[in-house]
């Protein structure tokens, strides 16, 4: 049965209300909210989630928008100096459902659960919530008062019956899910004034594995802590991982990368993309690239889908303003990499990221679950918008 459309003004927008539906074909997905092509260099199918005058843009690289089933998706919207934000819920396909909430009420930080579609996970200063996307009901978890929650918010383990926070005194929770049961606790332990920025800590997608990170200009140190969530530590990346941009396989692997360098007296080095086991062994390199093939590339980062153990994602972006006299990658692309080095461009974000507001023209590619599909962002029609790459059968 098809849904039923109905146009909604919603911030001076009709915008249509499709009911979600798993298993929806994509010709079924014309709504008023969305715009479909193709892209034109590399010929994959994306869909546009149209914002006239407004910004709207995916939760971060390593955040999973879509849902158990992927019959929903998350996004950001907000006004056009990317303030203001709401959490938007579509369905899977992009089709605008409702705004779920504001971030004054709940934090944008969340998580979708592992197994129930229609539940994800958030939180509010000190207390942390399960929320009903159906009925927009918030329960109380729990209250961690008079500590506040870290910003990095909830994750879940890979059998999604562990949640993890983190507290203002520098302290792991981690609880059985449903009942919150069976804490476990620690405090991640850095080397002399190394810090964590709370950003991208979190459960890893592999077992019960936790990864935080920390920085240090004096001395000069970054490093990636992996630890389980009873605090035994397993192993230390020295030298990765600073800055994130990193993400973890189902099975433990890490996918991380080494920007090019070079300059001032130095030998050029390449850009490389890595993988290597969790515990530092068969460090491997899949792709590399020569410095002077990447002056336009301003950064990247990496997300492995939570379910795919073969292959993750790279999401390419310029410097601001940067312009190529005849396009050649890497410059705006979203390829996907597998561990025998093959690298397969899928799409052009066109997208010209900056500072501010402008952060969030970075692509952030975020895949679903299962790879089927991709989140990205995008200022390529002048404001920020996201997107859908519908991924190749063999990407």
Not at 37 to 58: A, C, M, Q, W
Not at 145 to 152: D, E, F, V
Not at 202 to 212: N, P, S
Not at 306 to 334: C, K, L
Request: charged fraction near 20%.
């Amino acid at each position: 049965m098809r849904p039923v459309l109905i146009l909604l003004p919603v911030l001076g927008v009709s915008i249509c209300l499709c009911c979600a539906s798993v298993g929806r074909t994509q010709s079924d997905t014309r709504c008023s909210n969305t715009r479909e092509f193709v892209d034109p260099v590399y010929g994959s199918k994306i869909t546009e989630l149209l914002s006239p005058g407004r910004n709207g843009h995916n939760l971060y690289y390593h955040r999973d928008p879509w849902n158990a089933d992927n019959s929903y998706l998350l996004g950001i919207d907000s006004d056009s100096e990317s303030r203001n934000w709401s959490v938007m819920l579509y369905d899977g396909r992009g089709c605008f459902i409702k705004r779920l909430f504001t971030i004054d009420q709940y934090d944008w930080r969340l998580v979708w659960d592992r197994r129930d579609p229609n539940t994800l996970y958030t939180w509010r200063g000190s207390a942390l919530y399960r929320f009903d996307v159906t009925s927009n009901r918030a329960q109380l978890l729990k209250s961690f008062a008079p500590l506040q929650l870290k910003p990095n918010g909830p994750s879940l383990n890979q059998t999604g019956d562990r949640i993890l926070v983190a507290t203002s005194d520098n302290v792991f929770h981690s609880y059985r899910l449903p009942d919150m049961t069976e804490e476990r606790s620690f405090a991640a332990r850095f080397p002399g004034a190394c810090r964590s920025a709370w950003k991208d800590d979190r459960y890893i997608g592999f077992r019960d594995y936790i990864a935080t990170h920390c920085n240090s200009t004096n001395p000069p140190f970054q490093g990636l802590f992996i630890y389980d969530d009873s605090g035994g530590s397993f192993h230390v990346f020295d030298g990765v991982g600073g800055g994130g941009h990193y993400d973890f396989s189902p099975e433990g692997k890490l996918a991380y990368f080494r920007m090019a360098g070079g300059g001032r007296g130095q030998p050029p080095t390449p850009l490389e993309i890595h993988v290597v086991n969790l515990d530092g062994t068969n460090d491997r390199v899949l792709y590399s690239i020569p410095q002077e093939r990447t002056r336009y590339l301003q950064n990247l980062h990496l997300s492995w889908p939570d379910r795919v153990t073969n292959w993750f994602v790279a999401g390419f972006f310029p410097f601001p303003n940067a312009r190529q006299e005849q396009y050649a990658p890497p410059f705006d692309e979203i390829a996907a990499i597998d561990l025998s080095g093959n690298l397969k461009n899928l799409a052009r974000t066109q997208t010209n990221p900056g500072r501010g507001a402008a952060f969030w023209a970075q692509p952030l590619a975020s895949p679903s679950a299962d790879g089927t599909r991709i989140s990205f962002n995008s200022n390529r029609t002048g404001n920020i918008e996201q997107y859908i790459l519908w991924t190749p059968s063999n990407p």
